[in-house]
C-alpha cells in the first residue's frame, strides 16, 4: 500500500545551514533540541546499563570477585546517579521538548536560546561527571550522599568532588528548563486551549515543572554546605564540630522523594496518551486524572521523612509520615483505575507502544504495593535496606517510568523523524524487556525479605541468596539484549522505516495535525482549539462528541488545525475514519508535500546560534576548575575559576545582547 | 504491509508466557529452601508484631494486585481490537466509579493505618526498667558491643566496663536494649531474624528493644545496612542467644583479664632456655587446639571461669560460619603455625603498631581503643567483622596482610614482601616473617 523508499517527507530550505554538525550545535528549535536530549539520555542509559550489569556479574554468586569493592561503591553510586540525572529526568526533558510545543500549538517554547542552554548545561555536566571514571575516582558515596560519609575526613578524594559538582551543574539545566516550560505553557497555549483542554502529558509536564523548581533549591542548598565543607572549611556536616547529619538527610529527602514524582509524572503523562489512542477512546476521567497528579505532586512534598524511618525520628513523626505517605496511594490508584477504564469498552490496538503502556500500568501497581508496605514504618524498619526496596524502586523507575518513557518512543518517534519504528524489532524489545525486568526485580523481593542488605559489593554463601541473585544476573543481562534489540531497531528504522505521515495512529491531539517530522515553525497556522480532541473532533466525531468541553456542533468546521496553506495533508486528514487505525492516504500525501520554509510564510523563526553553548562550556569548566584545588593547585584554581567566570559573562553578555529574531 | 496487521504474534507471546511461568517456578522452589537471616523467623517479641503487620500488609497488598491485574486482563482481552468491529462508545469518566475506587483504597488504607500506627508507640516506647543494657557502637567497619551493667575493676584500680567486638550475646527471655552510637559515619544495626533495623548516626544516640523469647540456644547473622563506605558489606556480625545461666557464664568470664606472658614474674616453664621454639611458657589453654598450647596445658594456669565462655562451634549452623576465600595472592606457610611461640608473640605485639589500636587488659602495652578490644579474642568464632572464621589459618594472614583480606580497612599491612593494596608500596624491612607471624597467632589464641 504505502509507497516505500520515499526520501524526506517535505524539504526545508532554511537560510541557515540546516543539517550537519554547526547547525546541531546552534541550533534554538526546541524539536532539535529534544532530539539531542533523547539520544543523550540514551547514550546514558547504555552506561548506566551498563554499570548494572558489571554489578549483576559481580553478584550473580556468593564471593564473587569481578570488581573490588571501591569500584563496586563507584558502580552502584554512579548507576543510581546516572540512571536518575542522565537518563530519566533527561529523556523526560526530550519529550518535553519536543511535545509541550506541539501540543499547546506553539512554534517554540518561550525562551529558545535558555533552552538549549540547558540541553548543553546537561550534556557538559554529565560529560563532566564521567570523566571522574577516567580518572579512576568516580563518585562512591551512593547516590545519596549521606553525611558524614560524604565530608573530606572520610572520602578524601576527588570522588565527591565530581559529584556534588555534577549535581549542581545538572541542577542548573533542570530549574532553566522548567521556568522555561511553565512559561511556556502558561503563556503560549494555541487560542481556546485553555488549561482543562490541555493533553495530558503537558499536563503532568506543567506539573512536573513546578516540583523541579521548588524541589532542586534545596537539594542545592545541600549541596553548597558539602561544598562549602570540602572546599572551604566550613562545618555544616562537620561531626567533631557538632554538626547533626541529619540536616543533609533532611535537606537531601525534602528534594529526593518529589524527585520520584519529577520521575514517574512524565512517563504518567505519556501513557495517558497512548491508552486512548489505542483504545480509541478518551481519557477515562480526565478532570480526576488531572487533579490526581496535582495531588500526587503537592503530597510528594509532605513524605520526605519516609525514607528516614530507621534514623530514629520518634513515633510522632513516623506515625505523621506513615499516614501522608499512605495518603499518596490514593491519587496513584485513582490514575491506575482510570487508565483500565480508559480501556474498558474499547477497541484495543496492542502496538508495542501500548503494550508498554498497559505494563506500566501492570507492573506500576506492584511497585505502588510495595511502596505502601514500606509506609509502615515497623515492616519497613525490617525491609529498608534491603534488596527488596531495590526491588520496590525498580518497579517503580524501571517498569514505571522507563517502560513509559519506551512506550513514549514508539509512540513519538514517527512524529520525530517521519519513519515509523519497526513493530516487529519492537515487539522483540518489548518481550525482552518484560520478561528481563520481571526476572531481575521480582527475585530482589525475595534476597531482601530473607535478609539481604543492598549496596553490598559481595555476600556470603549460604544464606539462601543465591538462587535470587542468579535470576536477577539472567534478568539483568536479557534487559541488556533488549536494549540492543531496541538500538538495531532505532537505527533501522531511522534509515528504512515505513514513512510515518501526519497522523499514524489515529490520536487525538495537535500534534497529530502536522507533518512528521514538523517543519521548523511547527504550525503554519495557529489553531484554533475547542476541545480536548481536536483531530478527532474533526476525524472521528463519534468519539468526542460527549466529551465536556468539545462544543458540539462547531468542532468540525471552526477547529483550524495548522497547515491549510501549505500543502495537502489537511485533506488527507480529512479523508475520514483510518482504517486500522492508520490512514493510509495521509501517508502517500504527506510524501508528495512540499512545505513552506517559515520565510515564506512570513513567520519569524528564532536565529540560531552558539552562545548558549559557549555559556553552558564556561560554566561547566568554570565548576570543574575547583578540582584543582584538591589536587593542591589552589592558585591555579583559582585562576582557572575566575578565567571560566569571565569567559562565561562574556559569552552571556553577547547572547543577550545579540537579537533573538528577525524584527517584525 | 500494514505493520499494524503484524502486532499480534502468538508465537513470541507464547514464549514470553512459558519464560514468566518457569521464572516463577523456580522462585517457588527457591522459597523452599533455608533462609537463615529471614525476617519472618519470628524470634522476638517485637518480631511477631512486625510480622502480623507484614501479613496484614501482603494480604491487603495480594488482594489489591490480583483485583487490579484482574480486572486489567479482562480489559484487554475483552476489548481488543477485532476485525469489523464499531468505533467504541465515547465514555469520558463516571463519577460514581470514581469516588468509590477513591473511598475504598482509603478504608483499606485506613485498616492499615491503624495497627501501624499503633505498633509504631509499642515497638518505640521506652524498654523496661529491667532491660539487659548494650551499647553498640558502630565504626567503619566493625561493631563495638558494650554491657555497661558488667563492670570490674582492674589493677590498677580502673573500673572497666565488659566490651567486645563483633559477637554480641543475649540471654534468651530477656529484654535487651539497645544504646547506638556511632564513632563516625551513619551505620545501621540489624539481626533480621530478630527485628527491624535502626540507623547509627553520628552525633545523635538511637535506641532498640526486643526480648529473643521465641528461640532456643541459636545463631544469628547481623549486619550493617545502612552504607557506610568501602567495606561496608564486610560489616557483619553474630548474635548469640544463650540461656541465662550461659550468659552469666560468659559475661563473668569476659570480666577476666588475660595473663601477660611477658613481664618478669613469668612462671618457670618446663621447657624454659629456647623462648623462640616451641613449647612457650604458661597459657591459660581451655581447650588445647594447637600443639603450642598443649605444650603450656602442665603449667600452672590462673584461675579461669568455668563453664561457658563461648557458643560451641560445633553447634553453629553453617550459615553462620563465614566462608569468604583468602584473597589469591596472600600466601602463609600454614606449617609453621604449629610451633608459633606466644610468649614471643605477645613480644612482637607490644613492641609494634599494635599497641597503637588494640586493648589487651591485663597486658599493660595494649590500651588503645581505635581497633576491636583483643582481650577475648579467642572466644570469638569469627574476625574482621564476620568476615573470616577465627583459626590459626585465617589470623595469621589477617596479621599478614589485612587490607588485602578487607578493603579499605585501616589495619595496616605487616608482612615482610607483602604489598600494601593502598599504598601500593611493599612492606620489606620492617614488616613480620611468617614464623614471627605464627608467634602472634599463639599469643592472640591464648587470649580465651
Given at each position: 500500500m504505502a509507497t516505500a523508499a520515499v526520501g524526506v517527507p517535505y524539504t526545508v530550505a532554511d537560510d541557515y545551514a540546516n543539517s550537519g554538525l554547526w547547525s546541531w550545535l546552534t541550533t534554538v528549535d526546541h524539536k532539535r533540541i529534544g532530539v539531542l536530549y533523547m539520544y543523550t539520555a540514551l547514550f546514558w542509559f547504555g552506561c548506566g546499563g551498563l554499570e548494572a550489569e558489571i554489578m549483576r556479574w559481580q553478584l550473580k554468586?556468593?564471593?564473587?570477585?569481578?570488581?573490588t569493592a571501591e569500584m563496586f561503591n563507584q558502580l552502584f553510586t554512579m548507576h543510581g546517579t546516572t540512571m536518575i540525572f542522565l537518563v530519566v529526568m533527561p529523556l523526560s526533558a526530550a519529550f518535553f521538548n519536543f511535545l509541550i510545543p506541539l501540543q499547546i500549538g506553539a512554534r517554540d517554547v518561550a525562551f529558545p536560546r535558555l533552552n538549549a542552554f540547558s540541553y548543553w548545561v546537561y550534556l557538559f555536566g554529565s560529560l563532566f561527571m564521567n570523566t571522574s571514571w577516567l580518572v579512576g575516582q568516580a563518585p562512591n558515596g551512593g547516590w545519596f550522599g549521606y553525611a558524614p560519609l560524604t565530608a573530606l575526613q572520610y572520602s578524601p578524594g576527588l570522588n565527591i568532588d565530581f559529584w556534588m559538582l555534577g549535581l549542581q551543574i545538572l541542577g542548573v539545566s533542570s530549574l532553566a528548563a522548567a521556568f522555561n516550560f511553565i512559561t511556556t505553557i502558561i503563556n503560549m497555549r494555541a487560542p481556546g486551549m485553555n488549561l482543562m483542554r490541555m493533553p495530558m502529558f503537558t499536563w503532568m509536564a506543567f506539573i512536573v515543572q513546578f516540583l523541579l523548581v521548588l524541589a532542586f533549591p534545596v537539594i542545592t542548598i545541600a549541596l553548597v554546605f558539602l561544598q562549602f565543607d570540602r572546599f572551604f572549611g566550613t562545618n555544616f556536616y562537620m561531626m567533631t564540630a557538632g554538626a547533626d547529619p541529619l540536616l543533609w538527610q533532611h535537606l537531601f529527602w525534602i528534594f529526593g522523594h518529589p524527585e520520584v514524582y519529577i520521575l514517574i509524572l512524565p512517563a504518567f503523562g505519556l501513557v495517558s496518551e497512548i491508552l486512548p489512542t489505542f483504545s480509541r477512546k478518551p481519557i477515562f476521567g480526565y478532570p480526576v486524572m488531572v487533579y490526581s497528579g496535582i495531588l500526587i505532586a503537592f503530597l510528594g512534598f509532605g513524605v520526605w521523612a519516609h525514607h528516614m524511618f530507621a534514623v530514629g525520628m520518634g513515633p510522632i513523626a513516623d506515625s505523621v509520615f506513615a499516614v501522608t505517605t499512605m495518603l499518596i496511594a490514593i491519587p496513584t490508584g485513582v490514575k491506575i483505575f482510570n487508565w483500565i477504564f480508559t480501556m474498558w469498552g474499547g477497541n484495543l490496538r496492542f502496538t508495542v507502544a501500548m503494550k508498554y503502556a498497559i505494563s506500566l500500568v501492570a507492573l506500576f501497581t506492584i511497585g505502588g504495593i510495595s511502596g505502601v508496605m514500606h509506609a509502615s514504618p515497623p515492616a519497613d524498619l525490617q525491609q529498608t535496606d534491603t534488596y527488596f526496596i531495590v526491588a520496590h524502586f525498580h518497579y517503580v523507575l524501571v517498569a514505571g517510568s522507563m517502560m513509559g518513557l519506551s512506550g513514549g518512543i514508539y509512540y513519538y518517534f514517527p512524529k520525530i523523524t517521519g519513519r515509523m519504528l519497526s513493530e516487529k524489532i519492537g515487539n522483540w524489545q518489548f518481550w525482552l524487556t518484560f520478561i528481563g525486568v520481571n526476572l531481575t526485580f521480582m527475585p530482589m523481593h525475595w534476597s531482601g525479605l530473607y535478609g539481604m542488605p543492598r549496596r553490598v559489593y559481595t555476600y556470603d554463601a549460604g544464606q539462601g541468596w543465591e538462587i535470587f541473585n542468579q535470576m536477577s544476573t539472567a534478568g539483568a543481562l536479557i534487559q541488556a539484549l533488549a536494549a540492543f534489540v531496541g538500538l538495531y531497531n532505532i537505527i533501522k528504522s531511522r534509515k528504512?522505516?515505513?514513512?510515518?505521515?501526519?497522523?499514524p495512529w489515529g490520536a487525538p491531539s495537535l500534534e497529530w495535525s502536522i507533518p512528521s517530522p514538523p517543519p521548523d515553525y511547527n504550525f503554519a497556522v495557529i489553531p484554533t482549539v475547542t476541545s480536548r480532541y481536536p483531530l478527532w473532533d474533526v476525524k472521528s466525531p463519534e468519539l468526542t462528541t460527549d466529551v465536556p468541553h468539545s462544543r458540539v456542533g462547531d468542532e468540525h468546521n471552526t477547529i483550524a488545525i495548522g497547515g491549510k496553506t501549505v500543502g495537502s495533508f489537511q485533506d488527507s486528514m480529512a479523508a475520514g475514519t483510518p482504517e486500522g487505525g492508520l490512514n493510509p492516504n495521509a501517508r502517500q500525501a504527506s510524501t508528495k508535500v512540499s512545505l513552506k520554509t517559515a520565510e515564506q510564510l512570513g513567520i519569524p523563526m528564532p536565529y540560531p546560534t552558539i552562545k548558549p553553548l559557549f555559556v553552558a562550556l564556561f560554566m561547566v569548566l568554570m565548576f570543574a576548575s575547583l578540582l584543582l584545588i584538591h589536587v593542591n593547585k589552589e592558585t591555579m584554581g583559582l585562576v582557572a575559576v575566575l578565567t571560566f567566570a569571565t569567559a562565561m559573562t562574556f559569552s552571556l553578555y553577547l547572547w543577550l545582547t545579540s537579537p533573538l529574531e528577525p524584527s517584525h | 504491509m500494514n505493520f499494524l496487521s503484524r502486532l499480534r504474534r502468538p508465537g513470541t507471546r507464547k514464549a514470553g508466557v512459558v519464560a514468566l511461568t518457569v521464572a516463577f517456578a523456580a522462585l517457588l522452589a527457591a522459597c523452599g529452601q533455608d533462609h537463615p537471616d529471614s525476617i519472618f523467623h519470628n524470634r522476638t517479641d517485637v518480631n511477631r508484631d512486625v510480622d502480623y503487620l507484614f501479613k496484614l500488609l501482603i494480604g491487603a497488598g495480594t488482594g489489591v494486585f490480583i483485583f487490579v491485574e484482574t480486572i486489567l486482563i479482562v480489559a484487554l482481552v475483552k476489548f481488543r481490537k477485532r476485525p469489523g468491529q464499531p468505533e467504541p462508545k465515547h465514555v469520558h469518566g463516571n463519577t460514581t466509579l470514581e469516588i468509590m475506587w477513591t473511598v475504598i483504597p482509603a478504608l483499606i488504607l485506613g485498616v492499615i493505618a491503624v495497627p501501624t500506627v499503633r505498633t509504631i508507640f509499642k515497638t518505640q516506647a521506652a524498654a523496661r526498667a529491667d532491660a539487659l543494657q548494650v551499647e553498640v557502637y558502630g565504626h567503619q567497619w566493625w561493631w563495638e558491643f558494650r554491657y555497661p551493667q558488667y563492670t570490674m575493676t582492674g589493677a590498677n584500680g580502673k573500673v572497666d566496663t565488659v566490651v567486645t567486638a563483633n559477637e554480641l550475646y543475649l540471654p534468651i527471655g530477656k529484654t535487651v536494649n539497645f544504646t547506638l552510637r556511632s564513632r563516625d559515619v551513619i551505620h545501621s544495626f540489624w539481626v533480621p531474624a530478630l527485628s527491624g533495623k535502626r540507623d547509627v548516626v553520628s552525633n545523635h544516640t538511637n535506641y532498640l528493644w526486643y526480648t529473643p523469647d521465641s528461640t532456643t540456644e541459636a545463631v544469628f547473622n547481623g549486619a550493617c545496612v545502612e552504607y557506610c563506605g568501602t567495606s561496608h558489606a564486610n560489616m557483619r556480625f553474630k548474635a548469640f542467644t544463650v540461656t541465662q545461666a550461659d550468659f552469666d557464664s560468659w559475661i563473668e568470664h569476659q570480666k577476666l583479664a588475660s595473663v601477660d606472658l611477658m613481664p618478669p614474674p613469668a612462671p618457670v616453664a618446663p621447657a624454659a632456655g629456647t623462648p623462640a621454639k616451641p613449647g612457650a611458657p604458661a597459657v591459660t589453654a581451655k581447650p588445647a587446639t594447637t600443639p603450642a598450647m598443649a605444650a603450656a596445658a602442665a603449667t600452672p594456669a590462673p584461675v579461669v571461669q568455668a563453664g561457658f565462655v563461648m557458643f560451641p562451634r560445633e553447634k553453629m549452623p553453617v550459615s553462620t560460619v563465614p566462608q569468604t576465600p583468602y584473597p589469591e595472592k596472600l600466601k602463609f606457610d600454614d606449617g609453621l603455625l604449629a610451633n608459633g611461640n606466644a610468649a614471643a608473640g605477645e613480644k612482637i605485639v607490644n613492641t609494634n603498631?599494635?599497641?597503637?589500636?588494640h586493648t589487651i587488659r591485663g597486658n599493660p602495652m595494649m590500651q588503645a581503643v581505635l581497633g576491636p578490644n583483643l582481650t577475648h579474642v579467642a572466644t570469638r568464632t569469627t574476625i574482621g567483622a564476620g568476615l573470616y572464621p577465627n583459626d590459626a589459618q585465617h589470623l595469621a594472614r589477617w596479621v599478614k596482610n589485612a587490607p588485602s583480606m578487607k578493603?579499605?580497612?585501616?589495619?595496616?599491612t605487616f608482612g615482610i614482601g607483602e604489598y600494601d593494596p593502598v599504598t601500593l608500596k611493599g612492606i620489606v624491612k620492617t614488616g613480620f616473617t611468617d614464623a614471627q607471624v605464627s608467634d602472634i597467632v599463639a599469643y592472640l589464641q591464648t587470649l580465651k
Open positions: 554468586g556468593p564471593n564473587g570477585h569481578v570488581v528504512s522505516g515505513e514513512i510515518a505521515g501526519n497522523d | 603498631m599494635c599497641i597503637a589500636c578493603p579499605g580497612i585501616i589495619m595496616p
